[in-house]
């Protein structure tokens, strides 16, 4: 009996902190003590007499710590969504999976006369929370793979994944040493702060000129951001700390990817065109992404109104924007007062956005990120972030809303060609001074995307 009782204890302690991996509990403090309390409750049930309860009980209380599971998730987890690029933005048809379908459409696709595909200014490339110390990050941006890596005393690097001796990928099996990341393949070692190779384990001097690139990074507002410029040119400006975010009075409630065919710039040019949005976001979020279907006269009983308007911000801060919005919901053509949302939202550079949501439920922040993968193909993601005394369940809500709006925006983009020269009224010059405004992000080398018969060159 001693042996399985102590067994039993063992199972407990080592099963319960496993449960993060799975979704169930979030903080690995609370794993433990967990552990813990189900141990010593385990340990006193086990020496207790006991007889075994009816079936019919058991199945009982197995349902009961279903359903509690069930609304720990819903009520306390941060919401995680994650879109691929055919998960959504494409309407499926009969004989083709919607992978089929977005492959078709991204080759058939009219492209028009394009802006450059990479503006120059800092984009994300993942949370702070995904890299621990001493970890190595494979990434994906702009073209290019590279490797985000913290040392031990929590710094983070972003150096070109591939090593320039032999071309090993260094987020592959590289490890962090110091500052320094080393290469799997023959030992070499880049310091994080300029890319220097430190030292090759068989050579007696390292050449001066052995190191790879190494690109401006900054970790701020709970995201890690790189630097881009087409020349090479130092960082002019930074994003801004969010107090809130940077003391932690406000923590993150859950963050939504999606994968984007579109050009970049299609993206922060919805702040500027103030028209879609009582027609495309004015069916209420119940009434989902389809477009054949959101429009039906079954949803006629609900609407979202929208008062919004937007302008480039002045020197020093001309790398910005602001749109101010007013959100109102109509109930059977009543006004539901407590579901008005004020909300200003600051474009920082070519992607990056924060937007500031006052309501009658609290103040929240939707933290907008937007990153070109390769051209025409961008990742875009929102975090949202409130205080502690703000239910959960209420910023999840808000997220999943927003997510249906947005996956509304993803039919669009994902379908249409970029119009270089629009057919525009008087009503839609915002649109027109939005594109001067972000056309600052680009130089004479931007790289352009060019389409040919028999190849895609850019």
Not at 2 to 14: A, D, E, K, N, S
Not at 35 to 53: E, R, V, Y
Not at 274 to 284: R, S, V
Not at 293 to 322: G, M, N
Request: aromatic content about 12%; glycine content about 8%.
């Amino acid at each position: 009996m001693p042996t399985y009782r102590y067994l039993f204890l063992l199972v407990l302690v080592i099963l319960v902190p496993s449960l993060a991996t799975v979704g169930l509990v979030q903080d690995k403090a609370v794993d433990i003590h967990a552990a813990w309390a189900l141990a010593l409750i385990g340990d006193k049930f086990w020496s207790t007499p006991w007889q075994c309860p009816p079936v019919s009980q058991l199945a009982l209380y197995g349902v009961g710590v279903a359903i509690a599971a069930w609304l720990y998730r819903l009520l306390l987890c941060p919401l995680k969504i994650s879109r691929t690029l055919h998960d959504v933005g494409y309407n499926k048809l009969a004989g083709y999976t919607r992978k089929d379908v977005a492959n078709d459409v991204r080759r058939r696709r009219r492209r028009g006369e394009l802006p450059p595909v990479y503006p120059n200014g800092w984009f994300r490339v993942m949370d702070s929370c995904q890299l621990r110390p001493n970890q190595v990050e494979g990434v994906t941006v702009l073209g290019e793979k590279l490797a985000v890596f913290r040392s031990a005393g929590g710094s983070v690097s972003v150096l070109d994944a591939y090593c320039p001796h032999l071309g090993a990928d260094l987020s592959m099996g590289g490890t962090v040493v110091g500052d320094c990341l080393q290469c799997p393949f023959h030992g070499w070692k880049f310091r994080g702060e300029d890319g220097k190779c430190m030292g090759i384990p068989y050579a007696e001097k390292v050449p001066d000129f052995a190191r790879v690139k190494s690109w401006p990074c900054l970790e701020r507002n709970g995201c890690v951001y790189i630097w881009y410029h087409c020349d090479g040119i130092e960082p002019t400006w930074t994003p801004p700390i969010i107090d809130e975010i940077a003391s932690g009075d406000w923590t993150c409630r859950g963050t939504t990817e999606h994968i984007i065919n579109a050009h970049i710039e299609e993206v922060p040019e919805n702040a500027a065109d103030i028209a879609h949005l009582n027609y495309l976001h004015g069916p209420i979020v119940a009434a989902g992404v389809d477009l054949s279907s959101i429009y039906s006269s079954s949803w006629d009983f609900a609407k979202h109104v929208w008062r919004a308007e937007w302008q480039p911000d002045p020197a020093p801060d001309a790398h910005s924007s602001t749109m101010l919005t007013q959100h109102m919901m109509y109930l059977f053509g009543h006004r539901i007062s407590i579901a008005d949302i004020k909300a200003t939202a600051r474009q920082i550079g070519p992607g990056i956005v924060f937007l500031f949501l006052e309501s009658g439920f609290g103040n929240f922040m939707l933290v907008q990120s937007i990153t070109p993968v390769e051209p025409l193909l961008q990742r875009l993601t929102h975090s949202v972030y409130t205080g502690r005394w703000v239910p959960t369940c209420l910023a999840k809500f808000l997220l999943w809303g927003e997510s249906v709006q947005v996956e509304r925006d993803i039919m669009i983009w994902n379908n249409k060609c970029y119009v270089p020269r629009p057919l525009l009224v008087r009503e839609d010059s915002s649109i027109s001074r939005h594109r001067r405004w972000y056309s600052q992000f680009y130089s004479q080398n931007s790289p352009r995307f060019k389409f040919e018969r028999n190849s895609l060159d850019w």
